[in-house]
C-alpha cells in the first residue's frame, strides 16, 4: 500500500558529494519519523541520520559536519546531502519511515529498497 523509493546513489572520489532522495507514496495517512541508515559489508545496519515530522533533527558522530538530513513534507521526501565523503561511508544506504496508512489506526516502520553508495580514495 505504500513504498519508499530511494535515489541518487552511486561512484564518487573521496572528498566529493552525493545527494539521495526518498520519495514515499500510496496510501498515506501521516509520516512522522524519517531517516536513513547504511550497512557495509559484514557490518550490521547503522542510523546514519533521523528527522521529526518538526524538523528536529539527529546525525551519528561520523558523519557530524558532513552530511545533512532534510525533508519536503509537501512531496513526503527526506533527502541526505553528502559532503566531504570518505571511503569509509562505502555502505548501501536505506531510507525509513514511520508512516501511517489510510484506514489503519497506528503507524509502522516502513523501509526502502537501498541504494549503492560507493566512495574510492
Known amino acids: 500500500q505504500v513504498q519508499l523509493v530511494e535515489s541518487g546513489g552511486g561512484l564518487v572520489q573521496a572528498g566529493g558529494s552525493l545527494r539521495l532522495s526518498c520519495a514515499a507514496s500510496?496510501?498515506?495517512?501521516?509520516?512522522?519519523?524519517m531517516g536513513w541508515y547504511r550497512q557495509a559489508p559484514g557490518r550490521q545496519r547503522e542510523l546514519v541520520a533521523g528527522?521529526?515530522?518538526?524538523?528536529?533533527?539527529n546525525y551519528a558522530d561520523s558523519v557530524k559536519g558532513r552530511f545533512t538530513i532534510s525533508r519536503d513534507n509537501t512531496k513526503n521526501t527526506v533527502y541526505l546531502q553528502m559532503n566531504s565523503l570518505k571511503p569509509e561511508d562505502t555502505a548501501v544506504y536505506y531510507c525509513?519511515?514511520?508512516?501511517?496508512?489510510?484506514?489503519?489506526?497506528?503507524?509502522?516502520?516502513?523501509w526502502g529498497q537501498g541504494t549503492q553508495v560507493t566512495v574510492s580514495s
Open positions: 528527522i521529526t515530522s518538526g524538523g528536529s533533527t
Open positions: 500510496g496510501s498515506i495517512f501521516s509520516i512522522n519519523a
Open positions: 525509513a519511515a514511520d508512516m501511517q496508512v489510510k484506514g489503519k489506526g497506528i503507524s509502522r516502520g516502513y
